[in-house]
């Protein structure tokens, strides 16, 4: 193999802000041609974080050697595959991880649910035959028990939980967006209405911000202002570097899209 000729390795991606790993094999068109590998479910950890590759062997430029990589990658994987929290492999040697198992039974699943669902409906039976105390008292009772054992969302790091909010924010508000539902089916003057009367009947009912005391406001903002401007964000058009606020009145003022970014601080 001559120094230009494209390679067969094998990669290990990993993230300078959290501890998430993948493992892949690839097969260059060219020599060093650029690839982060081909999540799919996880994929969301590649936009969110910034990923950093390190190519750990290298293999024949063949067909023997390309058999050869995917063996090693399947021995990388197989020891920390769905038992570790960090590794980021949806599959190991013709195995699917459990995150792709759900979300192919709620997709295949969808339609046989609808069904089953409306008929409930229609006879009054199953969770419709159960009145909205009776809910109400299987949700706490649900909740104690995954608070005793440890297990659902307090199975989860604080960490965890914070991410995944983000991510589902993320996606539902884009989604909205996009059909113009919802905050976004508003004119701007239903908006500044809906967000005066909000505000008001918080004020009535001295919840939220108007719970607190003026110093603990004042601790809030200033422990937010800290926070914020010790984050360092790169524009990934201009490569400019500043706090998120800063970097955000830049790409506006440029016409760019503020979603272009990278932390790195």
Not at 78 to 83: A, K, L, M, S
Not at 93 to 111: A, M, P, T, V
């Amino acid at each position: 193999m001559t120094y230009q000729s494209p390679r067969i390795y094998i990669y290990k991606i990993t993230f300078e802000e959290v501890q998430y790993y993948y493992y892949g094999v690839h097969k260059e068109k060219y020599f060093n041609e650029e690839y982060w590998g081909s999540p799919t479910t996880n994929k969301w950890c590649w936009e969110l974080y910034t990923p950093k590759k390190q190519i750990l062997e290298v293999f024949e430029f063949s067909d023997g050697g390309w058999l050869e990589a995917q063996e090693v990658e399947k021995r990388l994987i197989q020891p920390v595959f769905n038992t570790d929290k960090w590794c980021l492999n949806e599959s190991c040697g013709g195995r699917i991880s459990l995150d792709i198992l759900r979300e192919n039974g709620k997709k295949y699943g969808k339609i046989g649910g609808i069904i089953t669902g409306n008929n409930h409906k229609k006879n009054k039976t199953g969770f419709f035959a159960i009145t909205d105390e009776q809910k109400r008292q299987n949700r706490i009772k649900a909740n104690q028990t995954n608070k005793e054992n440890n297990t659902g969302i307090y199975g989860i790091s604080t960490e965890r939980r914070s991410e995944i909010s983000k991510e589902c924010g993320k996606k539902g508000g884009n989604r909205t967006k996009e059909l113009g539902v919802g905050f976004f089916s508003m004119s701007r003057e239903e908006k500044s209405n809906a967000g005066k009367k909000g505000g008001t009947k918080a004020k009535e009912l001295g919840v939220g911000i108007h719970k607190l005391t003026t110093e603990e406001r004042r601790e809030i903002g200033r422990n937010g202002v800290k926070k914020s401007n010790s984050q360092k964000w790169k524009c990934l058009e201009t490569g400019h570097i500043s706090t998120p606020t800063g970097l955000t009145r830049h790409q506006k003022n440029r016409g760019i899209d503020t979603s272009k970014r990278v932390r790195v601080s």
